[in-house]
């Protein structure tokens, strides 16, 4: 015997047999909190009460959506997106529910109590408005195909080494500054800096720094193998002068598919570049951006934003954004973050063939006109020369795509 209530809040006694059998054909309602071993789930009927959440293991979750599917029910069901990747999201659906991946969302604001049966919960709830029509109770996510999420892992596997080559590089500093007061410089670990510098250390701190240098260049091994894969996937195309051919690979990654996109709001909202607001009546109110987006896109586009001020002096964004790119350093920053959000919608609408790269103001790397010399933002007020303006940064000119050395 199993406990529920009535819509008065009174307590019943229901028989399990008793609350599922029904000649009718049902629609279940399934929120999913997701852990490894366990599936907390909290299951409603049609818009029949929502039963006690209860645990499952996978393979038991898998058999009864298989059960109810046989016998002609429908099952929804949802849960948050998290670090379980989409294998869950996949074997649902090859069971015959329908299922969704939302977005991590507070979703009780109100209680100061949070468990799983809690969430698992509140998801179902959600779900149930969702498919009454209340399109804004969930935010579901894009799934991306097996093979978008192999090409995009092979960029954060680049970026996870080249972070790996940081801390090494690192750790090695900090050793010898704690037991000889000295440091190590830029590419240490390379063949003949190694060679000159093992001679400068006390035997104590080279025996110590021997098998981190292996490592530093087992690292630089894996970044330059997976460099040169994620360049070969763009080898055949025409590339802006200035953005590079390894940065193409790494937006293409992560994006997946630039159709994705209806319009160009929502390419500015994925990058998380767009101003915060707080605006209410008469008053508008915007704040700094609000970061609600793919945090790799929007760090390659300031990057890259800061190689085409120098090598596309005819883009259209920086003639619009040029009278204020002559000011201060903290104006030059935040006029990079607008373009850069400016530059994931050039991208989107050159990779979607909805503008060519002449229209954006583009010259491609390997066209037979001569490329243009580097021109960054403008020294002084009134420095600029008639024909344009020589660029004058606090930044070091980068090259299309800058590598770690070793």
């Not at 852990?35 to 789930?41: E, G, P, S, W």
């Not at 006109?369 to 024909?387: H, I, N, Q, W, Y």
């Amino acid at each position: 015997m199993t406990k529920t209530q009535n819509l008065h809040g009174h307590r019943q006694n229901l028989n399990d047999s008793e609350r599922f059998f029904n000649p009718q054909l049902h629609v279940f309602k399934l929120g999913l909190d997701v852990d490894l071993k366990h599936i907390v789930t909290a299951i409603q009927c049609d818009h029949g009460p929502i039963a006690s959440a209860q645990k499952f293991s996978r393979a038991q979750l898998l058999k009864w959506v298989r059960e109810k599917i046989a016998v002609g029910h429908r099952v929804h069901t949802v849960y948050e997106a998290c670090g379980f990747g989409y294998t869950l999201h996949e074997q649902l659906i090859t069971a015959g529910a329908g299922s969704l991946i939302t977005t991590p969302m507070r979703l009780s604001l109100e209680r100061r109590r949070k468990n799983d049966r809690l969430d698992a919960r509140e998801l179902c709830v959600r779900l149930a408005r969702f498919l009454d029509g209340h399109q804004h109770e969930l935010r579901p996510i894009r799934v991306p195909s097996k093979e978008e999420r192999q090409r995009r892992e092979l960029g954060r596997q680049r970026e996870f080494w080249k972070r790996q080559l940081r801390r090494l590089e690192n750790h090695g500093r900090a050793l010898r500054i704690e037991h000889e007061h000295e440091t190590l410089p830029a590419g240490w670990a390379g063949p003949r800096k190694w060679k000159q510098l093992s001679g400068q250390c006390s035997d104590f701190v080279r025996i110590q720094l021997e098998p981190v240098v292996q490592q530093i260049r087992d690292c630089k091994v894996h970044l330059d193998k997976l460099t040169e894969q994620l360049e070969a996937l763009v080898a055949g195309e025409k590339i802006p002068h200035g953005l590079g051919a390894l940065t193409v690979a790494l937006l293409d990654g992560e994006v997946c598919d630039w159709n994705r996109f209806k319009h160009r709001k929502a390419v500015g909202s994925y990058t998380g570049c767009c101003p915060s607001e707080h605006s209410s009546g008469g008053v508008q109110r915007f704040g700094a951006i609000d970061r609600h987006g793919n945090k790799a896109v929007r760090v390659l586009l300031v990057e890259a934003v800061w190689r085409l001020l120098m090598y596309q002096p005819g883009w259209h964004a920086r003639q619009k954004y040029l009278q204020k790119l002559k000011h201060g350093a903290s104006l030059k920053k935040k006029m990079a973050v607008a373009l850069a959000r400016q530059l994931a919608i050039d991208l989107w609408r050159w990779r979607t063939h909805r503008a060519t790269a002449a229209e954006l103001g583009w010259v491609m790397k390997g066209a037979s006109d001569t490329l243009p010399r580097p021109r960054p933002v403008f020294a002084k007020k009134g420095a600029e020369p008639s024909g344009g303006a020589r660029l004058l940064t606090s930044r070091r000119p980068a090259r299309e795509d800058a590598r770690p050395t070793v």
